[in-house]
């Protein structure tokens, strides 16, 4: 089986690294083959543009999407985007390690996506969701959060975690057909003492072992939807 460390953090010795080097070593130990794509160590660059392309199909007016599916085609990609993208063909399991950011991922990681999570094989047109491109494959995130857990959740002042990370686990990894599991989040890091970042290694450690048990969040199906994308039983 094969991984794929997606890695965004600014700081080697910061504890999102340290569960991403445990990550390694479980998996290694487990028999897997594991590549990292450690972004800021790479200078991986984010910023979506016509420089992308060897080859565009309309050189006056860039629509990112559909020049993405032509220089796929045509092996037209910017050389480290499709580096990116066979390591995302070659991987069983896609591990995105990250701090949260303003309710989201960083900008280097969110550039990834953008670039790298290509129109014409991630997805396209009803190649969606349980049809995506991605389909077979699994993802997971591996996050922190500067919050305490009382923070999230009914009624708890920064709202429920599942809807903070929603456009990123439904409209982004479930969007181009990954399987996703169930995150695992460390809370309050920054603020805590080396024994509770202890607890916190030794609980990743465990979802990790878990992970063939855990059950995936739940995705959109086309199958409940027409062709042009209304629900087939309107909502009562």
């Known amino acids: 089986m094969n991984l794929l460390i997606v890695h965004a953090h600014n700081e080697p010795q910061s504890f999102v690294a340290s569960m991403k080097d445990l990550t390694v070593k479980h998996f290694e130990q487990a028999g897997w083959q594991v590549q990292v794509s450690d972004l800021h160590a790479m200078g991986f660059n984010p910023v ?9 199909q309309k050189p006056d007016y860039l629509t990112y999407a559909l020049e993405q599916r032509h220089a796929y085609q045509n092996q037209a990609l910017a050389p480290d985007i499709a580096a990116e993208v066979e390591k995302v063909k070659w991987a069983d399991l896609i591990i995105f390690s990250f701090p949260v950011y303003w309710y989201s991922m960083p900008a280097i990681l969110k550039g990834w996506v953008d670039r790298v999570f290509i129109s014409g094989y991630c997805y396209g047109g009803t190649r969606i969701y349980d049809r ?3 389909k077979g494959k699994r993802a997971m995130l591996a996050t922190s959060l500067g919050g305490q857990p009382h923070m999230f959740g009914p009624g708890a002042v920064h709202g429920e975690l599942e809807t903070l990370l929603k456009p990123i686990q ?3 990894l479930g969007y181009v057909g990954l399987t996703v599991l169930p995150p695992f989040v460390a809370y309050h890091v920054p603020y805590l003492k080396a024994p509770e970042r202890e607890q916190i290694m030794q609980a990743y450690q465990q979802h990790l ?3 063939d048990s855990l059950t995936p969040l739940t995705m959109p199906s086309l199958n409940d939807y027409d062709a042009t994308m209304h629900p ?3 909502a009562s």
């Open 48 to 56: 979506a543009s016509a420089a992308d392309f060897g080859s565009r």
């Open 132 to 134: 995506g491109g991605l």
């Open 170 to 172: 439904q409209g982004m």
């Open 209 to 211: 072992h878990q992970l």
């Open 232 to 234: 087939l039983q309107p």
